[in-house]
């Protein structure tokens, strides 16, 4: 049985902006306050050159006590810093500026003592009382983890998972085994990541971590030691989502207000992370056919073998269920989630000047390659893209392009549908162009058009049902 012992919000990063409402004085004692921590910046610097690190340069405001780091972050003038948080903290020349004025990072210690509300409480108190009296907030980063118990992960887990994110890794390290040459090289799995840098999911073995680094081991009495459900004998798995306010911005909750405003966030917590284990999908695939797909290669009844194609691979996860626990996973802290969705960047209509720029790189691109732009150096190029398309994704160029339109009919449904844009006539464009596919298909009898490709056509039903798809195998 798998046990949630801790959901938590374990990483926030604050960008703070000035308000319109500030006033000419209190935006100057902000700077007198700045100017003071360059000059123990300077300080700091000089003695980080002459006792070699040894000495630090202390600041008090009221009670609360920070280092002032000798060393800055880009972009901001300063930075202070305790056990808590650090603040970099930039001087500015005008109180009109579009940039944030101070980043705040709270330490996953400090959420997981005070947990996240009281924590932002404390330190937005410290911001209005010794800071800045007037400001904005934005998200900038925020991680949600949740530690489990009851199912230990293996690298086959790696391929289990449906996502779209492109980057995949996964982690082994050494293990220290007091007979380690008589087993030779033998590792132990410690976890995996899908996705990278705006919207991350890992997956990793809390435990070990703990073990290499022991200033993680805060984790066991903050988080774990007073769960009743907690078993000490067993090893814990963080399964840990990263938004940054790129992607935040970019979805929309129920009520079609968007994550790009710091209550919302806050207030939408258990929704943001059932929707990140419902983008990231764990998938209940047998041992045999994970392994067949780890190797790119299927072995058919009779013993053969065939490679894998992009189309099967997406059917297996089609007809696959998820994951027994993941699912029961989804709700936060006994929070049934809402409904969040992505607000797709507003579809830009397919103007001439697009066209006419997309022939002129063409043209630059394809004569920079080939030294020539004739008809015959054109038909080449065309046929070598295509067949590295075949070659990498396993459809056709062609078949590639028309995804690609469709998504961009869907993305205008969607933005119209919230009310976002309305692209006039896009429906008539979208039959032109499915009119396209079936004359194209017509005349290119050696173009592959993928299963996925027919499937969404057909669920688009703007086109008539007996439209005939040339396919033939891959690789």
Same mark, same amino acid.
């Given at each position: 049985?798998?046990?949630?012992?801790?959901?938590?919000?374990?990483?926030?990063?604050?960008?703070?902006?000035?308000?319109?409402?500030?006033?000419?004085?209190?935006?100057?004692?902000?700077?007198?306050?700045?100017?003071?921590? %360059?000059?123990?910046?300077?300080?700091?610097?000089?003695?980080?050159? !002459?006792?070699?690190?040894?000495?630090?340069?202390?600041?008090?405001?009221?009670?609360?006590?920070?280092?002032?780091?000798?060393?800055?972050?880009?972009?901001?003038?300063?930075?202070?810093? !305790?056990?808590?948080?650090?603040?970099?903290?930039?001087?500015?020349?005008?109180?009109?500026?579009?940039?944030?004025?101070?980043?705040?990072?709270?330490?996953?210690?400090?959420?997981?003592?005070?947990?996240?509300?009281?924590?932002?409480?404390?330190?937005?108190?410290?911001?209005?009382?010794?800071?800045?009296?007037?400001?904005?907030?934005?998200?900038?980063?925020?991680?949600?983890?949740?530690?489990?118990?009851?199912?230990?992960?293996?690298?086959?887990?790696?391929?289990?998972?449906?996502?779209?994110?492109?980057?995949?890794?996964?982690?082994?390290?050494?293990?220290?085994?007091?007979?380690?040459?008589?087993?030779?090289?033998?590792?132990?799995?410690?976890?995996?990541?899908?996705?990278?840098?705006?919207?991350?999911?890992?997956?990793?073995?809390?435990?070990?971590?703990?073990?290499?680094?022991?200033?993680?081991?805060?984790?066991?009495?903050?988080?774990?030691?007073?769960?009743?459900?907690?078993?000490?004998?067993?090893?814990?798995?963080?399964?840990?989502?990263?938004?940054?306010?790129?992607?935040?911005?970019?979805?929309?909750?129920?009520?079609?207000?968007?994550?790009?405003?710091?209550?919302?966030?806050?207030?939408?917590?258990?929704?943001?992370?059932?929707?990140?284990?419902?983008?990231?999908?764990?998938?209940?695939?047998?041992?045999?056919?994970?392994?067949?797909?780890?190797?790119?290669?299927?072995?058919?009844?009779?013993?053969?073998?065939?490679?894998?194609?992009?189309?099967?691979?997406?059917?297996?996860?089609?007809?696959?269920? !998820?994951?027994?626990?993941?699912?029961?996973?989804?709700?936060?802290?006994?929070?049934?989630?809402?409904? %969040?969705?992505?607000?797709?960047?507003?579809?830009?209509?397919?103007?001439?000047?697009?066209?006419?720029?997309?022939?002129?790189?063409?043209?630059?691109?394809?004569?920079?390659?080939?030294?020539?732009?004739?008809?015959?150096?054109?038909?080449?190029?065309?046929?070598?893209?295509?067949?590295?398309?075949?070659?990498?994704?396993?459809?056709?160029?062609?078949?590639?392009?028309?995804?690609?339109?469709?998504?961009?009919?869907?993305?205008?449904?969607?933005?119209?549908?919230?009310?976002?844009?309305?692209?006039?006539?896009?429906?008539?464009?979208?039959?032109?162009?499915?009119?396209?596919?079936?004359?194209?298909?017509?005349?290119?009898?050696?173009?592959?058009?993928?299963?996925?490709?027919?499937?969404?056509?057909?669920?688009?039903?703007?086109?008539?049902?007996?439209?005939?798809?040339?396919?033939?195998? %891959?690789?």
């Amino acid at each position: 049985m798998v046990e949630t012992i801790s959901q938590h919000v374990d990483t926030l990063k604050f960008h703070y902006y000035i308000s319109k409402k500030i006033t000419d004085d209190s935006f100057k004692s902000y700077i007198q306050k700045i100017e003071q921590l %360059i000059s123990l910046k300077k300080e700091s610097q000089e003695a980080a050159n !002459n006792y070699q690190d040894t000495k630090t340069i202390n600041k008090y405001f009221g009670t609360h006590k920070f280092n002032v780091m000798d060393k800055g972050i880009k972009g901001f003038s300063v930075v202070i810093a !305790n056990n808590d948080i650090s603040i970099a903290l930039r001087k500015t020349k005008s109180k009109i500026n579009p940039s944030p004025i101070m980043k705040v990072e709270f330490r996953a210690e400090f959420l997981a003592r005070k947990g996240y509300k009281q924590a932002i409480k404390i330190v937005n108190d410290f911001v209005s009382t010794h800071l800045l009296d007037s400001y904005r907030i934005k998200i900038s980063e925020i991680h949600l983890a949740t530690d489990v118990q009851g199912y230990n992960f293996r690298p086959l887990d790696f391929y289990r998972v449906k996502t779209r994110a492109r980057k995949r890794t996964s982690y082994e390290e050494e293990t220290d085994f007091a007979k380690a040459s008589l087993y030779g090289g033998l590792t132990t799995f410690t976890g995996m990541t899908f996705g990278s840098g705006d919207y991350h999911l890992r997956i990793y073995n809390k435990t070990v971590e703990i073990m290499k680094q022991k200033n993680k081991g805060f984790a066991k009495t903050l988080l774990w030691s007073k769960k009743s459900n907690y078993d000490a004998e067993k090893t814990v798995w963080r399964i840990e989502i990263q938004i940054r306010r790129a992607k935040l911005k970019r979805l929309v909750n129920s009520d079609k207000n968007t994550m790009d405003d710091y209550s919302n966030i806050l207030n939408a917590i258990p929704d943001l992370w059932s929707k990140a284990l419902t983008d990231y999908t764990f998938k209940d695939i047998n041992r045999d056919l994970t392994a067949q797909m780890m190797d790119g290669v299927r072995v058919l009844k009779n013993g053969t073998e065939k490679p894998f194609t992009k189309n099967a691979i997406y059917q297996i996860f089609k007809r696959a269920n !998820n994951l027994y626990f993941w699912d029961g996973l989804k709700t936060w802290n006994g929070h049934e989630p809402q409904l %969040i969705e992505t607000a797709f960047k507003t579809p830009t209509p397919g103007a001439f000047e697009y066209v006419s720029n997309s022939i002129k790189s063409l043209y630059s691109t394809v004569g920079k390659h080939y030294g020539s732009v004739s008809a015959d150096v054109l038909i080449k190029a065309f046929k070598e893209a295509d067949e590295q398309n075949i070659d990498k994704k396993q459809v056709s160029l062609l078949s590639d392009s028309f995804e690609k339109s469709i998504d961009w009919f869907e993305r205008i449904e969607y933005m119209k549908q919230v009310g976002v844009v309305d692209v006039p006539d896009y429906k008539d464009l979208e039959a032109n162009i499915y009119q396209t596919v079936f004359k194209a298909d017509e005349y290119i009898k050696d173009s592959p058009y993928s299963t996925h490709l027919q499937e969404r056509l057909e669920a688009r039903t703007v086109f008539p049902p007996a439209v005939h798809f040339y396919e033939r195998e %891959i690789g």
